[in-house]
Nanobody
Framework: QVQLVESGGGLVRPGGSLRLSCAAS????????IGWYRRAPGKQRELVAR???????IYADSVKGRFTISRDNARKMVGLQMNSLKPEDTAVYYC??????????WGLGTQVTVSS
């Protein structure tokens, strides 16, 4: 069983930056695929960024060049650096861990609001 706890959300002005963190209880395996998803009001949850066990990364087109996902298996942490934030980035952001043969785990989310 893995529990994920997100932190770092908040209110930021357009053009600002935030760094989200996801702390995992238990271990993060090098083979785990880890991602950040978000759900904006009235919309479905969508993938923001994902990093595989081989450290390959994928990003939603809407965040490419602005967001960076990272992982530190030893510290059991996953990060999402968000720069040049836009109002349309406003959403609840969720950490996700997908472990082959074990299952998929979700955090409870952290609110990010981009507004002037």
């Amino acid at each position: 069983q893995v529990q994920l706890v997100e932190s770092g959300g908040g209110l930021v002005r357009p053009g600002g930056s935030l760094r989200l963190s996801c702390a995992a209880s238990g271990s993060i395996f090098s083979s785990d695929n880890i991602g950040w998803y978000r759900r904006a009001p009235g919309k479905q949850r969508e993938l923001v960024a994902r990093i595989t066990g081989g450290s390959s990364t994928i990003y939603a087109d809407s965040v490419k060049g602005r967001f960076t996902i990272s992982r530190d298996n030893a510290r059991k942490m996953v990060g999402l650096q968000m720069n040049s934030l836009k109002p349309e980035d406003t959403a609840v952001y969720y950490c996700n861990l997908d472990r082959s043969g074990w299952g998929t785990y979700w955090g409870l989310g952290t609110q990010v609001t981009v507004s002037s």
